[in-house]
């Protein structure tokens, strides 16, 4: 991405571009920020031990489980590693299962996170010749992080302001257990006013010049589109299928299968019913 940053592709669900780690390096040390699922995180550690770009510190963006569950395998292959993340999130680390109940698939698979450095509000992080800045940018979650390269003003926000699936497909990060319209409002403007160009995201990759600096109203605009259309459809018809087939239509610009749209609104159409559920703006049925 530039003369400090690596962009890793995690292969998440086993495809390509579906989510993103980073790596900075500074002149001291190396930073990764997030360690993807369980079973990427073995491979995300061989990538760099193939590299030859060992981190000294790990910064999680926030506790669910595509960001945060492959930490103890990443752990494992660099035993000096440094793990990171927002104050609020620790005990939410430390009782991984419990925080990631509602993606029962793989909750049962991941295992407490112990040792970690809380982080909050204003905290300078120097690896030599760069500074990290941090962000709290909560309504995804509670925990949720961005952290800003103030030398090449790059900013690593996880899944704070959404999800891009493509160029013209954008949704919101509603998704239990913390989801908060009040809290994600919030960050969209607290963004705004960040001094960054360069944005990255999780899911997935860079934006560079006037995308970037239009994400935070863009994702505004996105988020209020998906939250108003799950809940004209969940007044229509209060099931998830109604939801899901809806869905379906609005995916019809993703270049993949149909298999592949019915599974992603599936998957976003479960979330974002289980995200309103949890913030009682949709009735539990």
């Not at 390509?16 to 980073?22: L, T, V």
């Not at 000096?80 to 005990?91: D, K, P, T």
């Not at 909560?138 to 992080?145: A, D, E, I, V």
């Not at 108003?228 to 969940?234: E, G, H, I, N, T």
Request: with cysteine.
């Amino acid at each position: 991405m530039n003369e400090n940053t690596y962009l890793i592709d995690s292969f998440l669900f086993g495809g390509e571009e579906n989510m993103a780690c980073f790596l900075i390096v500074g002149g001291k040390k190396k930073v990764l920020i997030d360690a993807s699922g369980k079973s990427e995180g073995k491979r995300i550690a061989k990538k760099l031990i193939d590299l030859k770009l060992i981190p000294d510190m790990l910064i999680l963006t926030h506790a669910h489980w595509d960001h945060a569950g492959g930490t103890n395998r990443i752990k494992a292959q660099f035993p000096q590693l440094e793990v990171m993340a927002s104050r609020h999130g620790i005990e939410s680390l430390r009782n991984a299962r419990e925080f990631n109940k509602w993606f029962s698939d793989v909750s049962p698979r991941l295992k407490p996170i112990e040792d970690v450095t809380p982080l909050k509000e204003g905290m300078i992080i120097d690896i030599g010749d760069l500074e990290l800045e941090i962000f709290e940018t909560p309504g995804h979650t509670n925990c949720s992080l961005s952290i800003l390269d103030r030398k090449n003003k790059t900013l690593f926000v996880g899944d704070s302001l959404g999800y891009k699936l493509n160029e013209d497909l954008f949704i919101g990060p509603i998704m239990p257990p913390e989801y908060s319209e009040e809290k994600l409002m919030a960050t969209f403007e607290k963004v705004k006013k960040i001094e960054y160009t360069t944005i990255c995201m999780a899911h997935y990759g860079m934006l560079t010049g006037k995308l970037a600096q239009n994400l935070p109203d863009y994702a505004k605009e996105n988020y209020l589109f998906w939250r108003d259309f799950a809940l004209s459809r969940w007044k229509e018809n209060p099931s998830k299928i109604h939801l899901v087939e809806s869905m379906q239509e609005k995916f019809a610009s993703l270049d993949t299968s149909e298999e592949m749209k019915e599974a992603l609104a599936n998957m976003f159409g479960d979330w974002i019913i289980k995200g309103l559920q949890t913030a009682k703006m949709l009735e539990t049925k």
